[in-house]
Nanobody, 122 residues
Framework: QAQLVESGGGLVQTGGSLRLSCAAS????????MGWFRQAPGKEREFVAA????????DYADSVKGRFTISRDNTKNTEYLQMNSLKPEDTGVYYC???????????????WGQGTQVTVSS
């Protein structure tokens, strides 16, 4: 059974950095698009970033563009989210996800991890 496990969340001060990882097991996702989403308390889950199967194309929400970098290592079946210049509004549970497509998507993801908490203090 396919499983996605996020790690790397935590508490950081404004302006700090964190690197999230998402390890896939049970099947390989190297041919699919992977992404990151987040959900702040009391808000709906929102798209953060996506990367195509080869890593050659990426997409970012406007709110994180220039601060976050998504990447992947298909040899490790893992994706990453490097988050710099963090702001309190970046606080939330971050989820990794997989879309069984070859392009870039902001919805329609089919596989989800359990999430990792990111808290940015002011």
């Amino acid at each position: 059974q396919a499983q996605l496990v996020e790690s790397g969340g935590g508490l950081v001060q404004t302006g700090g950095s964190l690197r999230l990882s998402c390890a896939a097991s049970g099947r390989t996702f190297s041919a699919y698009t992977m992404g990151w989403f987040r959900q702040a308390p009391g808000k709906e889950r929102e798209f953060v970033a996506a990367i195509n199967w080869s890593g050659g194309r990426t997409d970012y929400a406007d709110s994180v563009k220039g601060r976050f970098t998504i990447s992947r290592d298909n040899t490790k079946n893992t994706e990453y989210l490097q988050m710099n210049s963090l702001k309190p509004e970046d606080t939330g549970v971050y989820y990794c996800a997989v879309h069984r497509g070859l392009g870039l998507y902001r919805d329609g993801f089919e596989y989800w991890g359990q999430g990792t908490q990111v808290t940015v203090s002011s």
